[in-house]
Nanobody, 116 residues
Framework: VQLVESGGGLVQAEGSLRLSCVTS????????MNWYRQAPGKERELVAS????????SYIDSVKGRFTISRDNAKNTVNLQMNSLKPEDTAVYYC??????????WGQGTQVTVSS
């Protein structure tokens, strides 16, 4: 299983970024995909998820209305569109999938920094 994130960077508050995660090594269309983030000194938190059979999405309250998760099963890719970014969104963002046996797979992460 491989997960490779891209799209992070430095952006001013109220700006936008689009993160992408290209995956391989598993049947992408059969799994829920997740985006997590971890800010310095804080625990990793689940930001958004997208279901595999009906594309139902879920978000933590702090990003609702600003972030949109989407998937492209033809390209084995999951995306996170982030709008109206805030300094508190600064973190390393990780793509995640959980295997049938409960094993968590992670990408290397991509840094998002939002300046005020």
């Amino acid at each position: 299983v491989q997960l490779v994130e891209s799209g992070g960077g430095l952006v001013q508050a109220e700006g936008s970024l689009r993160l992408s995660c290209v995956t391989s090594g598993f049947s992408f269309e059969a799994y829920v995909m997740n985006w997590y983030r971890q800010a310095p000194g804080k625990e990793r938190e689940l930001v958004a998820s997208i279901n595999h059979h009906d594309d139902i999405t879920s978000y933590i309250d702090s990003v609702k209305g600003r972030f949109t998760i989407s998937r492209d099963n033809a390209k084995n890719t999951v995306n996170l569109q982030m709008n109206s970014l805030k300094p508190e969104d600064t973190a390393v963002y990780y793509c995640n999938v959980v295997s049938d046996y409960g094993t968590n797979y992670w990408g290397q992460g991509t840094q998002v920094t939002v300046s005020s």
